[in-house]
Each structure stands twice: as structure tokens, then as C-alpha cells.
């Protein structure tokens, strides 16, 4: 009658053991299954996303530049806020600099920032856009206006790099 009594015991710890294993696995899995979806959906977006390289030029003072790109993808790109852009320049003493720029709302952005000043649906014809104000959707091209301290040598090569909200950039190396 002992050994029963402990073999019971024994296969109910056994059996607890495997469905508390089982449940554990099972719980990962959901959760590795939930992670794969998102990097999915992201990797989708992703491959949707392809803003273009249009035209940059500097200011003739070299304290600001004005980049073109164009929404050549399928994505509608926002959030300008979460936008990321640096810049590789040299000035007229020619030292190098990169700079991060910060974005801001302001019409006239301040020392080391960003703003866009405009989107338009073409913006060889600087027709402006007419649909969902702010955002710059498939097909439309967005100005953004970059303000650089020190300034900028106007003659000199710049890089500029830009990634949206997704993760994907652009960039664009100019000079004039």
C-alpha cells in the first residue's frame, strides 16, 4: 500500500511537470509566432517604402539647404517628427562635420534643425497637394529645409542622409 501511494504521487508530479513544460512551450511559441507577424508586417512596409532622391541645393550664405525627395513607393510616409537627418559637410575653413538635425514645426527651423516647408503633388510645377494635408503620399514630393551651424562651404561636397519612420533612407551626395 506504501509504494501505490508514492507511485501516485510520483506520476502526479510526473504528469504536472509535463503539462507545465507543455503550457511553457506552448506560450513561447505564441509569443515567437507574434514577434515573426510583426517583423513581417514591418519587412512588408517596408519594402512598400522608397522615397526618392529628387534635388538638393544650398543657400548661396551655406546655412541652409533645401532637399527634394519623392514618395516613389506605395507607402504614405508621416510622422516627420520621427524622421531622422544628418548631415556630412565641410565649411570654408574646411573642416568636417556631421550633424544630426533635430525637426521642428517652425516655418524657419533654428541652428542644426529640420522642417518641411512643403508638399506638393508635382513639384516641378509646384502645384501643391490637395489630398491628406501633411502627409506626404505615394506620388508627391516634399521640400525640407535644413538649417546648418557653422555653415556650409556652398562649393563643397555634402552628403545627406534620410530615414523615415520605418527605417528606410535615402541619401543624396551634391554640391553647387
Known amino acids: 500500500m ?9 506520476i502526479g508530479l510526473i504528469l504536472f511537470s509535463v503539462l507545465s ?37 544650398t543657400s548661396p550664405t551655406g546655412n541652409s539647404i533645401d532637399v527634394v525627395l519623392h514618395n516613389g513607393g506605395a507607402t504614405r510616409l508621416a510622422d516627420f ?3 531622422d537627418v544628418v548631415v ?5 575653413s574646411n573642416t568636417y562635420y556631421i550633424r544630426y538635425l533635430a525637426y521642428t514645426d517652425n516655418a524657419t527651423p533654428g ?3 529640420w522642417t518641411v516647408s512643403g508638399i506638393y ?5 509646384m502645384t501643391p497637394e490637395y489630398y491628406e494635408p501633411d502627409v506626404l503620399n505615394p506620388g508627391e514630393d516634399v521640400v525640407l529645409k535644413l538649417s546648418l551651424s557653422p555653415p556650409t562651404d ?3 561636397t555634402k552628403m545627406v542622409i534620410i530615414a523615415v519612420t520605418n527605417g528606410v533612407t535615402v541619401e543624396g551626395i551634391f554640391s553647387n
Open 111 to 113: 541652428s542644426n534643425e
Open 121 to 125: 503633388s508635382d513639384y516641378n510645377s
Open 2 to 10: 506504501e509504494n501505490a501511494l508514492i507511485s501516485l504521487i510520483l
Open 154 to 156: 556652398p562649393a563643397a
Open 88 to 92: 556630412q559637410y565641410y565649411t570654408t
Open 21 to 57: 513544460i507543455t503550457q511553457v512551450s506552448i506560450t513561447s511559441e505564441d509569443a515567437l509566432l507574434t514577434s515573426w507577424r510583426e517583423m513581417e508586417a514591418l519587412s512588408e512596409e517596408r519594402a512598400r517604402t522608397d522615397p526618392e532622391w529628387v534635388s538638393a541645393s
Open 81 to 83: 517628427d520621427e524622421w
